[in-house]
């Protein structure tokens, strides 16, 4: 679900499992967090996102960004700081019935380790 900012907002915007945009004749005073962030607007705050964060060039951001990709278009105004944060990974977990492997070692000069069925 996406939520739209317009035209002034003060306070934090926390909606961290939504995409948010700041319209480009919206303001918003206090940090912004989100799943996908699009700023066309002027935002004097921090914002962080899970996913990504876009500066359009009609943005104005006073502010640090932190998301695992950030997209600063040309002629966009952007005063502060960014750090690409890595995206939590997921668990992964295979279980098979049909078949067990184990590691094994084998002779090969580059150090390869195979997996071969017990």
Excluded: C, W
Excluded at 76 to 101: C, D, H, M, W
């Amino acid at each position: 679900m996406a939520q739209r900012i317009q035209p002034l907002v003060s306070g934090p915007i926390d909606i961290p499992n939504h995409n948010i945009t700041v319209d480009d004749k919206a303001s918003v005073v206090g940090n912004i967090a989100g799943k996908a962030v699009r700023i066309m607007g002027k935002v004097k705050g921090n914002i962080s996102a899970s996913e990504r964060v876009d500066v359009s060039r009609t943005a104005q951001v006073y502010g640090d960004i932190t998301a695992a990709r950030v997209a600063i278009e040309d002629g966009a105004y952007f005063e502060g700081n960014t750090k690409l944060a890595r995206p939590k990974p997921t668990k992964q977990t295979f279980v098979s019935n049909a078949i067990s492997l184990e590691m094994q070692g084998s002779d090969d000069p580059f150090g390869v380790n195979h997996l071969v069925p017990r």
